[in-house]
Each structure stands twice: as C-alpha cells, then as structure tokens.
C-alpha cells in the first residue's frame, strides 16, 4: 500500500531521481531550478536557479550539495540555504549523475570528458578525455577505482586518484546509460 504524504506542483519536470539526505529531499528540474523540499511536509526550504535544465542527480557530503545544469556548469551549494559555495564551467551540457568520493567529486560530461573535481574548491583534478561519446551514467568507486559506461559502447575502469585509464571493454551490443551495479 502506498500513501501519499505530500504532493507539491511545479512548472518544470523532473528526470533525475531526488536525493534524500538531512531531513530533506534534493532534486534539479528541467526547468533549471534545483530545490531542497523538506522531507516530512514538501515545503520548498530553498531554489537556486541555473540557465539549462538540470537532469542528473546530486551528490551531498559535508553540508554541501554538488548538481550539474545542461549549461555545462557543475555547481556546489550549501545544503542549509542553497546559497552558492563554487561553480565550475567544464564545457559541453552535463546530464549525468553526480559522485563524491572523499574530498572528491566525480562526473561524466556530453563533451567525451570524465571529471575529478576538489569538493571543496571546484578545482579541476584530472580529465580523461577520451571517451568515444558522451557519458551520463553515474559514477561506482570500489577502493582506488572508479568505473563507468558510456555511449560509445564501452566500459570502463579508472585510478581514482590520478585518473589513468586502467582497462576498457567493448561492448558492441549496448551503450551504457545507467550506473553500475554494485
């Protein structure tokens, strides 16, 4: 049986799957407005509004939530206020799902690139660049490595740490679009 416990109507849809964390409920829109309802009553706590629509989902550690826009901008906001601690443009739209791992954030892009990114600063770590396609699937790290699909049909493992690719396989039957399965 399910209850519905709150509903709230907006302008924009919703692609990415919300995140609940602190009491909340974070989800982006397309529509380019990324909210933090409140978890027991669905009152809006905040919005902060980019330029592009917003389809993958966030990540939070820290009292910091990291989402991206189809506009090519990775954001981190407070968790508290929605008031913005860094932004960084890495170029084509991302629409793929944020990780964070450690002191570190993680994200595939429509430009071929994979990103590491300080959470802290927003500070580029490393880029794989070479990517057939584009990639949307979310990040799985397992210890040192991080493992990824993307559209070019391959699959791929990662060093975490300095971003050297370590292997791929091809597929020629699919293309990845979700994440990995742990």
Known sequence: LVVRVWERHLNGSFYATPVEMYGRIYVGDDN??????????????????????IVGSAAMKDGRCVF???????YCVSVENGK????????????????????????????????????????PIWTYKGFGNYCIAKPHIYKNRIYIGAYDGNFYAFDKRKGNLLWQWR????????????
């Open 84 to 123: 913005l601690l860094w932004r960084q443009k890495l170029g084509k739209p991302i629409t793929g799902s944020i990780t964070i791992d450690g002191q570190n954030v993680y994200v595939g892009s429509s430009d071929s690139c994979f990103y590491a990114i300080k959470l802290m600063t927003g500070a």
């Open 171 to 182: 597929n020629d039957s699919t293309d990845y679009r979700e994440s990995v399965a742990a």
């Open 32 to 53: 380019g407005t990324f909210y933090a309802f409140d978890q027991t009553n669905g009152r809006i706590l905040w919005r902060y509004k980019t330029t592009a629509r």
């Open 68 to 74: 991206a826009s189809a506009n090519g901008t990775l």
